[in-house]
């Protein structure tokens, strides 16, 4: 894997090119801890949101990738440099799941998507368990990001519409505990893509409306 200061320096130069192709905006709700343990939880609705995502954040980013990209040794090297790590979307990856804990466990940000795959219309799918059981188990605050525009990269070279990562406010360990004890994993999980929703409401991207867990 690339070391953190040439790391910070690709992602400087990757929010240059995003915002000057594509206008990139950033808006930012809360405070972004620069160090110790992270969740990041984002929706998903392209294969380019993990790039404009960890460009906008201040600090080197791990995420998972589908296994399905680390077939070739060329691919699985150049994945792997950028901080990627395959996870088998076919049921419960434990070896991911032990690597995500030790990132997190190490004081690293991890970056994950709680729908498990792209939502092709753009619409919250119901989360996965998983960022409920990491959170859980990891006592990590969590911060729910939006993206928006980044399944429409031809559009936002005209702007219509652009590339936004709104950064919401942070889900504490206690926030989660207290749905943990209510509805265990899958109401962690509810709970953060209820934050994700509603970040990118507050910054006008999209309506509201509670996800469906």
Same mark, same amino acid.
């Given at each position: 894997m690339?070391?953190?200061?040439?790391?910070?320096?690709?992602?400087?130069?990757?929010?240059?090119?995003?915002?000057?192709?594509?206008?990139?905006?950033?808006?930012?709700?809360?405070?972004?801890?620069?160090?110790?343990?992270?969740?990041?939880?984002s929706? +998903?609705? /392209?294969? @380019?949101?993990?790039?404009?995502?960890?460009?906008?954040?201040?600090?080197?980013?791990?995420f @998972?990738?589908? /296994?399905?990209?680390?077939?070739?040794? &060329?691919? #699985?090297?150049?994945?792997?440099?950028?901080?990627?790590?395959?996870?088998?979307?076919?049921g419960?990856?434990?070896?991911?799941?032990?690597?995500?804990?030790?990132?997190?466990?190490?004081?690293?940000?991890?970056?994950?998507?709680?729908?498990g795959?792209? /939502? @092709?219309?753009?619409?919250?799918?119901?989360?996965?368990?998983?960022?409920?059981?990491?959170? #859980?188990?990891?006592?990590? %605050?969590?911060? %729910? &990001?939006?993206? +928006?525009?980044t399944?429409?990269?031809?559009?936002?070279?005209?702007?219509?519409?652009?590339?936004?990562?709104?950064?919401?406010?942070?889900?504490?360990?206690?926030?989660?505990?207290?749905?943990?004890?209510?509805?265990?994993?899958?109401? @962690? *999980?509810?709970?953060?893509?209820?934050?994700?929703?509603?970040?990118?409401?507050? &910054?006008?991207?999209?309506?509201?409306?509670?996800? *469906?867990?």
């Amino acid at each position: 894997m690339i070391d953190g200061l040439s790391m910070q320096a690709i992602q400087r130069c990757g929010r240059a090119v995003f915002r000057i192709v594509f206008g990139l905006r950033i808006s930012v709700a809360g405070r972004v801890p620069r160090t110790g343990g992270l969740l990041i939880a984002s929706n +998903h609705i /392209s294969d @380019m949101d993990p790039p404009v995502l960890g460009s906008c954040i201040p600090r080197t980013v791990r995420f @998972m990738a589908k /296994s399905e990209l680390f077939r070739g040794r &060329a691919m #699985s090297w150049f994945f792997r440099q950028l901080g990627a790590f395959p996870v088998n979307r076919r049921g419960v990856d434990r070896t991911a799941l032990r690597t995500a804990e030790s990132i997190l466990g190490d004081g690293g940000a991890l970056l994950i998507f709680p729908e498990g795959t792209r /939502s @092709m219309d753009g619409r919250p799918l119901p989360p996965k368990p998983g960022v409920g059981l990491l959170a #859980s188990r990891m006592g990590v %605050p969590v911060l %729910p &990001a939006f993206l +928006h525009g980044t399944d429409r990269p031809l559009s936002a070279l005209a702007r219509r519409p652009r590339f936004s990562v709104c950064l919401g406010r942070l889900i504490f360990p206690e926030e989660m505990e207290e749905a943990g004890r209510s509805g265990g994993t899958s109401a @962690m *999980a509810g709970l953060v893509m209820d934050r994700i929703v509603e970040t990118g409401a507050e &910054a006008g991207l999209i309506r509201a409306e509670r996800s *469906a867990n």
